[in-house]
Nanobody, 119 residues
């Protein structure tokens, strides 16, 4: 069974930090690279960061140097440390595999976690 459960969002002032967590089903976590995505109001969902099974990370240009993705294989959990947050980072954040359509996880999006950056 496939599931993704995101948590850790909230309201934060510009320049602040948040750490998001995503618990995934073990069968998925042990097989695939993972990714964090976000969807702002009126916009399409976009890929923010990815991490391979070996721990190699990649980031969208607009979060490089501010966000850090990591994974804890023992807990089947992927994290997103977000620093120097900006109002443009406001969105619902989701996790999934790095390639949901290719790897068949595109129908298993979780509820996401809301991040609001505002003064």
């Amino acid at each position: 069974q496939v599931h993704f459960v995101e948590s850790g969002g909230g309201l934060v002032q510009p320049g602040g930090s948040l750490r998001l967590s995503c618990a995934a089903s073990a069968s998925i976590f042990s097989m695939y690279a993972m990714g964090w995505y976000r969807q702002a109001p009126g916009k399409q969902r976009e890929l923010v960061a990815t991490i391979t099974l070996g721990g190699s990370a990649n980031y969208a240009d607009y979060v490089k140097g501010r966000f850090a993705i990591s994974r804890d294989d023992a807990k089947n959990t992927v994290y997103l440390q977000m620093n120097s947050l900006k109002p443009d980072d406001t969105a619902v954040y989701y996790c999934n595999t790095q390639k949901p359509a290719t790897w068949g996880t595109h129908n298993y999006w979780g509820q996401g976690t809301q991040v609001t950056v505002s003064s």
